[in-house]
């Protein structure tokens, strides 16, 4: 194989590869979003429901307090009635608060887990695609050293080095600007 077609054949299987990778890394991209928006919705569907449960609560209070006021009437001891009720209701409060709260720290961790699951796979797609841009180029080097061997074309080694070199510099520069540019997405869909 001449070095022409060499060169084209490594550009090409280099450029394929990266193509796929990045095709794969889409997929992930979409389905981690996928089941982070299933997570928001589910979350989003319990804060609803809490949310009708106060409200059924505090309309149990008010019947509440309509009955104390009944009973203040009927009975000399309601004092002691109504001091009751209303630590009643006064409990069912701090429990339907305790519920919201707890409500809203489990979305607060449900993003810190995604931003973390999002740093972790960008850490390892970006070390994974050095790994083997590095092992390819090495053995693209080792290539080129045992073609070059012969005093024949021993003058065309340095050549095909710095492509080498060139070729695994701008593999790099592509992937960092790639990664940096993927900015995780939970934002978006809590927003929404």
């Known amino acids: 194989m001449d070095g022409v077609a060499f060169g084209v054949y490594t550009e090409f299987f280099t450029h394929a590869h ?7 890394n889409e997929a992930w991209q979409e389905k981690s979003e996928d089941t982070i928006q299933r997570l928001t919705l589910h979350s989003e569907s319990v804060a609803q ?11 149990m209070m008010q019947v509440q307090n309509a009955t104390l006021q009944s009973q203040e009437e009927i009975l000399k001891n309601g004092n002691v ?10 409990s069912l409060k701090e429990v339907f608060q ?18 973390r699951v999002t740093y972790m796979h960008q850490f390892v797609v970006g070390e994974s695609n050095t790994l083997y841009s590095f092992l390819y ?22 050549v095909l080095f710095v492509l080498i070199a060139i070729n695994f510099y701008l593999e790099r520069i592509i992937c960092n600007s790639v990664l940096e540019n993927t900015k995780p997405s939970y934002e978006q869909t809590k927003n929404c």
């Open 81 to 90: 009635l109504k001091k009751t009720l209303q630590d009643s209701s006064d």
């Open 98 to 115: 305790e519920m919201k709260q707890s409500t809203s720290e489990q979305q607060l961790i449900f993003a810190e887990i995604f931003n």
């Open 49 to 59: 429901q809490l949310e009708i449960s106060n409200q059924i609560a505090q309309e």
């Open 18 to 24: 990266s193509i796929c990778y990045y095709l794969q």
């Open 137 to 158: 180029n090495l053995m693209a080097c080792i290539t080129v050293f045992l073609l070059t061997s012969t005093p024949r074309t021993a003058g065309a080694r340095l």
